[in-house]
């Protein structure tokens, strides 16, 4: 596990001077563990916030916020449309009348096509920090988002 955190580590920083141009708004649906509603807002250059509203299982079920500060980067050498991202920001949710906190990373590659859709797949581990301290490794996604 060291060597992932060590590759992805390195290929945030040689890929650092590479940034992506953010455009735009983009709104749609992430689906991994669970079903999310989501949200992307520019915020500088290469950077956004995404804001997922998820339903489902979060640690077994439930509601749950996350907001994530991203990090976009271009890959257009592979294909123009492409970019890889990574980030962190935190989760909250609520589970059968129990509350629930995390610190969450996300890694992740999207396609922009020439109309106004995205699709995204994207890794997100989380360091769930209340009720319990627990490592999550399992948040693996598909989004697709509409831009306008």
Not at 28 to 34: P, S
Not at 91 to 119: C, H, K, M, R, W
């Amino acid at each position: 596990m060291k060597k992932i955190f060590g590759i992805v580590f390195m290929l945030a920083v040689m890929a650092g001077a590479v940034s992506a141009q953010v455009e735009g708004k983009s709104l749609g649906v992430r689906f991994g563990n669970a079903g999310e509603i989501s949200y992307q807002h520019p915020l500088s250059g290469a950077t956004r916030l995404e804001v997922d509203l998820g339903f489902g299982s979060w640690k077994h079920g439930g509601m749950y916020l996350t907001g994530i500060h991203h990090w976009v980067k271009d890959l257009s050498e592979l294909q123009e449309g492409f970019n890889w991202y990574y980030g962190v920001g935190g989760a909250a949710g609520i589970n059968t009348s129990v509350l629930s906190a995390a610190v969450v990373g996300n890694i992740g590659i999207e396609y922009n096509f020439d109309f106004p859709l995205q699709l995204s797949l994207d890794w997100r581990p989380g360091l769930y920090v209340v009720p319990a301290v627990v490592l999550g490794w399992d948040g693996v996604a598909l989004s697709a988002r509409w831009r306008f």
